[in-house]
């Protein structure tokens, strides 16, 4: 079983209703980023074969290599699901025979207290080491406390293979690459002219003969000051002399996309997405037109997978 692309979300149960079918269910969880929705299906394997109930701390993975729903709250097909305890963490992961996760994110510590079992709960007699392990643990040490403000891009791990590894190099340059040449954008008020990094635009939409460039909020507190920022989400813009279309032309490869033939939106401020409108960060609801409705979805899909 391909367990590299499973992705752990850990939460409270809150509910649990019937799925589709007889044999499927919908358990709701709390998390610390909001409510979570997982299908519980006849495939998806649930450890020590417990009965889930509300109000158990669970961790629910999902493959991220299958295509999910783009609705609100999300939802996943949960592969494996187990119960965490109160102060524990958990991670999947193949290990080296030191005791190393593949991707450097833990390195485990084996006591005389450990426990290690089989999936189906027996007595495991082989050395820990080599093996794929699903971790419950309290505490970590290096690697895992120093690259935790990091987001990796790709792992380059020296068992791929030849011709894999030099594929991945490639591909990781690629992306550096891109990245130096994350373009300006240039903006304007009736005082100033101001330099913004993509990061700091919600969106941009058609005014007149050019476009408003619609700021995040630090951005905007950060050009108008806290005190004088305006209240109203409508005036946090900057003005700018580009069109619409020579604003995609420049920023189709960094995360914008077309919500309706009047505005584009930036993927990476989207907190929620519903049948036809988006939610940013910030509260702003946008609506999606029903003809680029499609398209979007799509590049939505492909930017959070990476």
Known sequence: MAYENYVPILGTIMNISSGNDCCSQMVMLRTDEG???FLITPQTQVMDDRQLRIGMRVAAFYDSSLPVPLIFPPQYRAQLITM???NEQVALNDFDRNLLARDRSLQLHISGNTVVRTANGQTFHCPVGGQTLLVFYTAYDYPASSIVEVRPFQYLIKDKGTE???AGIQKVMKEAERRKRVPDILA???EKQYVLKTEDILYIAIRDKGTDIYLTEEKASEIFGLEQAPKERKEFY???A???N??????EAYGFAYGKKSYIINIHHIKAVTKDTVQLKDGTILNIARSRKKEFDSRCSRYWRG
């Not at 020579?246 to 920023?251: G, Q, S």
């Open 35 to 37: 409510t979570v929705n």
């Open 84 to 86: 965490v305890g109160r």
């Open 164 to 166: 894999k590894l030099k």
């Open 188 to 190: 304007f008020d009736k």
């Open 238 to 240: 900057l003005r700018s």
């Open 242 to 244: 580009m069109k619409l």
């Open 246 to 251: 020579e604003h995609y032309a420049k920023l």
